[in-house]
T-cell receptor, first 116, second 116 residues
Framework: KAGVTQTPRYLIKTRGQQVTLSCSPI?????VSWYQQTPGQGLQFLFE???????NKGNFPGRFSGRQFSNSRSEMNVSTLELGDSALYLC???????????????FGPGTRLLVL | GDSVTQMEGPVTLSEEAFLTINCTYT??????LFWYVQYPGEGLQLLLK?????DKGSNKGFEATYRKETTSFHLEKGSVQVSDSAVYFC???????????????FGEGTQLTVNP
């Protein structure tokens, strides 16, 4: 079974621009979560989508947004980029979150974003 | 809120040495606990997990036991190899007794370098 895929793998943008990152979960997985990884802040949760609805949201400004499609693929968007948005953005998928149990998350390779 | 604290790194060992990376957590309810590993330039890979107190997770020679009385989940390996060099993250999810979603809270990460 194919793993989580993310595109693009690398991206260079300038301040003020916007960017869209894509994530395809493992087949059959319905939950997609996004994380930001930086040397200073470590791994921080951005948001989670399940059945096309945002289930959880981390403590990030409104410039960070996401969505999920009916096939569970997800995109995240960052508008008005700032230098501090330079990071590795990781997507993770899990099977089912309706049971109330904590499902294991499987991560993609990430998209490395550099803002100049 | 939920939090995870890992021992400060980096950790440098010789091949075949014994490894311990300490991890303690703060959470309400009954969280699941995880160790993830990140190799250079890659995303996170699940190493092992435990979902309830006294559970032992194990994989590839690594072990960790869920200790609720000490709120700990220390990672151990009896004999490390050069190929184990990576960054190790302790994480938890489901800190509340009833919750939905798969939000992970991560520790700071511990860089392990194993020399031949």
């Amino acid at each position: 079974k194919a793993g989580v895929t993310q595109t693009p793998r690398y991206l260079i943008k300038t301040r003020g621009q916007q960017v869209t990152l894509s994530c395809s979960p493992i087949s059959g997985h319905r939950s997609v979560s996004w994380y930001q990884q930086t040397p200073g802040q470590g791994l921080q949760f951005l948001f989670e989508y399940f059945s096309e609805t945002q289930r959880n949201k981390g403590n990030f400004p409104g410039r960070f947004s996401g969505r999920q499609f009916s096939n569970s693929r997800s995109e995240m968007n960052v508008s008005t980029l700032e230098l501090g948005d330079s990071a590795l953005y990781l997507c993770a998928s899990s099977l089912d979150t309706t049971s109330g149990l904590q499902e294991t998350q499987y991560f993609g390779p990430g998209t490395r974003l550099l803002v100049l | 809120g939920d939090s995870v604290t890992q021992m400060e790194g980096p950790v440098t060992l010789s091949e075949e040495a014994f490894l311990t990376i300490n991890c303690t957590y703060t959470a309400t309810g009954y969280p699941s606990l995880f160790w993830y590993v990140q190799y250079p330039g890659e995303g996170l890979q699940l190493l092992l997990k435990a979902t309830k107190a006294d559970d032992k997770g194990s994989n590839k020679g690594f072990e960790a036991t869920y200790r609720k009385e000490t709120t700990s989940f220390h990672l151990e390996k009896g004999s490390v190899q050069v190929s184990d060099s990576a960054v190790y993250f302790c994480a938890l999810s489901g800190g509340l007794e009833e919750t939905s979603g798969s939000r992970l809270t991560f520790g700071e990460g511990t860089q392990l370098t194993v020399n031949p």
